[in-house]
């Protein structure tokens, strides 16, 4: 069974820093790109950040560009979202999501495999 597990979420501050964690059970994590979305209430999920299977390539929503931080350890089958510089508007549920193919993608259609979310609230 393919599991992805997210972690590292939490209530901080405007202006503090989260790392987020997606861990992989039932496969190796090298072989696939990996996404990272979020969702916040009322809205429609909506792709955060996306690195290829090599982590040669990466790409991120204009919305958290020079802020948010994805990288991958294929060692530790985990891969990273570093959040500084945090905003009431980061505020929602965050998910990765896995998808065996080589190119970074942030289209969540395209991807099959899912974790459960971890919530991240930013708040004074």
């Known amino acids: 069974q393919l599991l992805l597990v997210e972690s590292g979420g939490g209530s901080v501050q405007p202006g503090g820093s989260l790392r987020l964690s997606c861990a992989a059970s039932?496969?190796?994590?090298?072989?696939?790109?990996i996404g990272w979305f979020r969702q916040a209430p009322g809205k429609e999920r909506g792709a955060i950040s996306c690195?290829?299977?090599?982590?040669?390539?990466?790409n991120y929503a204009g919305s958290v560009k020079g802020r948010f931080t994805i990288s991958r350890d294929d060692a530790k089958n985990t891969v990273y979202l570093q959040m500084n510089n945090l905003k009431p508007e980061d505020t929602a549920i965050y998910y990765c999501?896995?998808?065996?193919?080589?190119?970074?993608?942030?289209?969540?259609?395209?991807?099959?495999?899912w974790g459960q979310g971890t919530q991240v609230t930013v708040s004074s």
């Open positions: 690195i290829s299977s090599s982590g040669g390539t990466t």
């Open positions: 999501a896995a998808e065996p193919t080589v190119q970074a993608m942030c289209d969540p259609d395209h991807f099959s495999t």
């Open positions: 039932g496969f190796r994590l090298n072989y696939y790109s």
